[in-house]
């Protein structure tokens, strides 16, 4: 396994299968954060001792296989470029953090790209698997396979009363993160889905925008994902994820039936329009190819536009992103050209469909 | 004003960045910003980050207030393993290492409600090397609390089963401790 092959597909491998309402829930991920009990938190750790993180992981795990996951990949963060870690963030298998961080950070990728394990990040070890569709018991129970399996080498910083112990008091106690992405246009398109996020927020749970919170969802992709990580057990915690996720799967799937009920031929048009658009345009910029792909989707999944792959949006949402731009052309390049390549790689892209 | 990056597009954000020591004006739209690196793309909790440092500092500001009128704090809580001391804490909102949550134990628990709803103890996994008692331990509380909530609803019937569950559950453990010593 090597870098470069994770640096030239835009898809992950996983991503092609399809999961269960593979229509609506792009992928479910869990993250559980990890600690070495008698080291210092990479804020203030020494170098050596980080090193020494690293290395054990190096020595111990490189080409060792977690049970179903194939190889792995070891790479260490310092040593890649500016744009190679632009990458792996917009592939979302590092996270931003980890990727600006020169202190003896590393990263372990399954050949699949279903499992990636940040080194020294916030906290020292950061497990992080993805699923496609919607799938969190089963993201869970194989996290915590994995995690049963660090556990047998590692001694973990736990605590028996505020469990596993991480750097910010916003992960301590089970660690973990789930998320599930979803595209919601018409629940962004009527904007019941501000009128939802509060609620949502009631149960402990945060909606976001694709990169992040406070950031615009790009392309009508909404993250959900768990706030509270103590006082509720990881099962518990996802069964409330999994069921706020099933509620907006309908709530979805009711107001895309009521659009194209009441109307459809605006709706029918604003998706072809999209569709020409990303078809024959010269210069896109990323936010408009944002607007136009999720209506393509949204198309798609209504049976409006036949011979394009759903999985074309979550394919060149990253593949238009700066980073895999720049790796693409092997070059730095400005805003302009960016958005001519991106424009030119939308039309390519899309011939291979017909 | 337009943007010094793509020149085309208006700044909609200014600036100042200082590059060892050398301040620079950045005038940027928000497409740039973000594509070259002015704008970090949030991940999770960096926001909510800043909130919660707002929030530590409130937490302080009271206590401060509190102890002023009844006695002044000479020494700084400080940890002893990585050295992190509570003002650092509230400051960075982040833990310098394990022994920091014994360290400010007495000081966590507002702190984890606000952020937890309410909540402060771990009921999740457990490392299975830290032992099979450990983990009875807190299933027996999980469950203990659930008969509590249970009897307020008055929901007996469902109380009566996690009552058997619990009776179950210490048998088990006696027996298996019995088991131990033989
Ligand atoms: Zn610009
Ligand atoms: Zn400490």
């Given at each position: 396994m090597t870098l470069k092959q994770f640096m030239n597909e835009a898809i992950s491998p996983w991503m092609r299968e399809e999961g269960p309402d593979s229509d609506i829930v792009l992928s479910s991920r869990i993250r559980l954060a990890r600690n070495f009990s008698d080291v210092s938190y990479p804020i203030l750790a020494d170098q050596g001792k980080l090193e020494e993180i690293r290395d054990f992981f190096k020595k111990e795990y490189e080409h060792q296989s977690f049970q179903d996951y194939e190889d792995f990949a070891f790479i260490s963060i310092p040593d890649l470029t500016a744009v190679e870690r632009r990458v792996l963030v917009e592939k979302h298998l590092i996270s931003p953090h980890l990727s600006k961080s020169d202190q003896a950070s590393a990263t372990i990728i399954s050949k699949?790209?279903?499992?990636?394990?940040?080194?020294?990040?916030e906290d020292h070890i950061r497990l992080q698997l993805y699923f496609p569709g919607l799938q969190l018991p089963k993201a869970l129970e194989k996290a915590f396979e994995l995690d049963d399996w660090l556990e047998e080498k590692i001694n973990y910083a736990?605590?028996?009363?505020?469990?596993?112990?991480?750097s910010c008091p916003t992960n301590v106690g089970t660690g973990m993160r789930a998320s599930v992405m979803m595209h919601l246009p018409a629940l962004a398109m009527t904007k019941q889905i501000n009128r939802m996020t509060p609620a949502i927020n009631q149960l402990g749970l945060v909606v976001r925008g694709i990169y992040g919170e406070g950031s615009e969802a790009q392309g009508n992709i909404?993250?959900?994902?768990?706030?509270?990580?103590l006082g509720k057990s990881e099962a518990d915690i996802i069964g409330d994820l999994q069921s706020v996720v099933k509620q907006l799967i309908?709530?979805?799937r009711n107001a895309r039936n009521r659009i194209m009920e009441q109307s459809g031929k605006k709706l029918e048009d604003r998706i072809f329009r999209s569709f020409g658009v990303l078809d024959y345009s010269r210069i896109i910029e990323s936010k408009e190819a944002a607007v136009c792909l999720s209506n393509v989707r949204l198309g798609i999944d209504l049976g409006l536009i036949k011979n394009v792959s759903r999985n074309i949006l979550n394919e060149l949402m990253i593949l238009t992103q700066p980073g895999f731009l720049q790796q693409y052309a092997s070059a730095t390049l400005t805003a302009d050209e960016r958005d001519e390549l991106r424009a030119s790689l939308i039309r390519e892209r899309l011939q291979l469909e017909k | 004003m337009e943007c010094q990056e793509c020149q085309h597009r208006p700044a909609t954000l200014h600036f100042t960045q200082v590059i060892n020591g050398n301040k620079t004006e950045v005038h940027v739209c928000e497409v740039c910003a973000k594509e070259k690196g002015y704008m970090t793309y949030p991940e999770e909790g960096y926001s909510l980050h800043n909130l919660l440092t707002g929030l530590f500092n409130f937490d302080s500001a009271m206590m401060e207030n509190q102890q002023s009128n009844s006695y002044k704090q000479v020494k700084e809580l400080?940890?002893?393993?990585?050295?992190?001391?509570?003002?650092t804490f509230k400051k960075v909102g982040k833990f310098g290492c394990a022994t920091c949550y014994d360290t400010?134990?007495?000081r966590l628990d507002p702190i984890l409600r606000r952020v937890h709803s309410g909540n402060t103890k771990h009921y999740g996994k457990i490392p299975k090397r830290m032992g099979g008692d450990l983990h009875t331990k807190k299933q027996l509380e999980s469950y203990k609390a659930e008969l509590q909530q249970l009897i307020e609803d008055e929901n007996f019937e469902e109380a009566a089963q996690i009552r058997d569950k619990i009776k179950a559950l210490q048998d088990q453990s006696n027996s298996s401790k019995a088991g131990d010593d033989s």
């Open positions: 699949n790209e279903q499992v990636s394990v940040m080194i020294n990040e736990f605590d028996e009363t505020r469990g596993y112990l991480t909404f993250q959900i994902s768990n706030q509270i990580t309908e709530h979805e | 400080k940890c002893p393993q990585c050295g992190m001391s509570l003002s400010f134990s007495g």
